[in-house]
């Protein structure tokens, strides 16, 4: 037997026997309306050690957030079923089903569904946190459709506050010159 099989094999090494796993069932995690979307929360900063967050999302023909600018955090999304409009700086494309898509911190960006039916997404943050605005959305009503938001209610005391301390900024949807 190898020294590295033996130490694999000793229940006495931490690794072996310490539970560190996070798991969520499907159809389990917070679940909230924003922007007019619905999503569910599978994996936190808080639950992650801050490592990442992780977000099952459903948006509607017409839903999308405003376009924002993570100064701290990278987004990655990863499309399910259907397609979104990307807004990437000043330019957009389309993303659709098995699409992956990676924003930088510091960029510019937003996803609309410019389609006709609903799409469903994956997306992560890394570090994990800023999943933690969707706490300021509306609680789901079962047999309705999530209302769709107008930029003011992104202006929000807490979804301000939130943003603040995150490093999330509001930006226009133009060109980024617009004021």
Same mark, same amino acid.
Request: glycine share 14%; net charge negative; with cysteine.
């Given at each position: ?11 006495? +090494? ?5 539970? %560190? ?15 007019? +979307?619905?999503?569910?929360? *599978? ?9 990442? &967050? ?12 405003? !376009? ?8 990655? =999304? ?10 990437? %700086? ?11 898509? =990676?924003?930088?911190? &510091?960029?510019?960006?937003?996803? *609309? ?9 994956? =997306? ?5 946190? +800023? ?11 079962? %047999?309705?459709? !999530? ?7 992104? *202006? ?18 133009? +060109?980024? %010159?617009?004021?």
């Amino acid at each position: 037997m190898s020294p590295t099989s033996e130490k694999f094999g000793d229940t006495q +090494d931490p690794r072996c026997s310490t539970s %560190g796993a996070v798991h969520v069932p499907a159809g389990e995690g917070p679940t909230t309306w924003f922007a007019g +979307d619905t999503y569910t929360i *599978k994996a936190s900063g808080d639950s992650t050690n801050g490592s990442l &967050g992780l977000v099952d999302a459903t948006v509607p023909p017409g839903g999308g957030p405003v !376009a924002h600018i993570h100064t701290r955090t990278d987004e990655a =999304f990863y499309v399910l079923s259907g397609q979104l409009e990307i807004l990437d %700086g000043a330019r957009t494309f389309i993303a659709g089903t098995g699409d992956f898509v =990676f924003i930088p911190r &510091g960029t510019r960006h937003r996803f *609309k569904n410019t389609g006709v039916h609903g799409t469903r997404m994956l =997306f992560m943050f890394t570090p994990g946190g +800023d999943e933690g605005v969707f706490r300021y959305g509306d609680e789901p009503q079962p %047999g309705h459709p !999530a209302p769709v938001w107008t930029a003011e209610r992104f *202006k929000t005391p807490e979804i301000l506050r939130f943003n603040e301390e995150s490093g999330i900024e509001i930006v226009p949807e133009g +060109d980024p %010159g617009e004021v």
